[in-house]
């Protein structure tokens, strides 16, 4: 799986958007671009994932570059409740090898909102 | 909402006795990963099974961890003995590998190992 690359620590002010950067320069064409979160004492929860096109849910947007070597989280309206550690992660899915489907996450970016 | 289970969610052991944490994946996923996350080395993947046979476990140590899944609703990961240092939060996860399907994770159990 390609590797990925965050700031370890971002703030943000509440009612602010949070813009969290990921870089995966070494990205295949098959991998897609998935982010988690983790709260304090919790399981990492599902947010967005995405191949080419710039993605939106009711959580947040990703934003990848045309290359695919970057993307970014943007959580539209923060809130003291998105505080946590945020995971890039690209998910190979190259069907057939060990790699297929697996998560292998990094550090993360520890988001702190604060009022 | 359909949820990963994983019991029990909190464990205290004392050095050198089996311990066995029990993951039943969400019903129709076909693939449970397990993952060991601690403070210094983060979040690991320790085993991957895909229609309950294992595709990769080479992140578990051999010699005391064993993982299996008895059936489609149950995976379980035993250790024998436990040491002090396997003391961490295990988190079991599982999803569809097909397309691009989303991994989801329970709350992990919480075992120290005194």
């Known amino acids: 799986d390609a590797k990925t690359t965050q700031p370890p620590s971002m703030d943000c002010a509440e009612g602010r958007a949070a813009n969290l950067p990921c870089n995966h320069s070494t990205i295949s064409g098959n991998e897609y671009v998935y982010w988690y979160r983790q709260i304090h004492s919790q399981g990492p929860q599902y947010i967005i994932h995405g191949l080419k096109n710039n993605e939106t849910n009711e959580m947040a947007s990703l934003i990848i570059t045309e290359d695919r070597k970057s993307s970014t989280l943007i959580l539209p309206h923060a809130t003291l409740r998105d505080t946590a550690v945020y995971y890039c992660?690209?998910?190979?899915?190259?069907?057939?090898?060990?790699?297929?489907?697996?998560?292998?996450f990094g550090q993360g970016t520890i988001l702190t909102v604060h009022p | 909402d359909a949820r990963v289970t994983q019991t029990p969610r909190h464990k205290v052991t004392e050095m050198g006795q089996e311990v066995t944490m029990r993951c039943q994946p969400i019903?129709?996923?076909?693939?449970v990963f397990w993952y060991r996350q601690t403070m210094m080395q983060g979040l690991e993947l320790l085993a991957y099974f895909r229609n309950r046979a294992p595709l990769d476990d080479s992140g578990m140590p051999k010699d005391r961890f064993s993982a299996e899944m008895p059936d489609a609703t149950l995976a379980t990961l035993k250790i024998q003995p436990s040491e002090p240092r396997d003391s961490a939060v295990y988190f079991c996860?599982?999803?569809?590998?097909?397309?691009?399907?989303?991994?989801?994770f329970g709350e992990g159990s919480w075992l120290t190992v005194v």
């Open positions: 996860a599982s999803g569809l590998v097909s397309g691009n399907h989303t991994i989801y």
């Open positions: 019903l129709g996923h076909n693939t």
């Open positions: 992660i690209v998910r190979g899915m190259n069907a057939g090898g060990t790699s297929y489907g697996k998560l292998t």
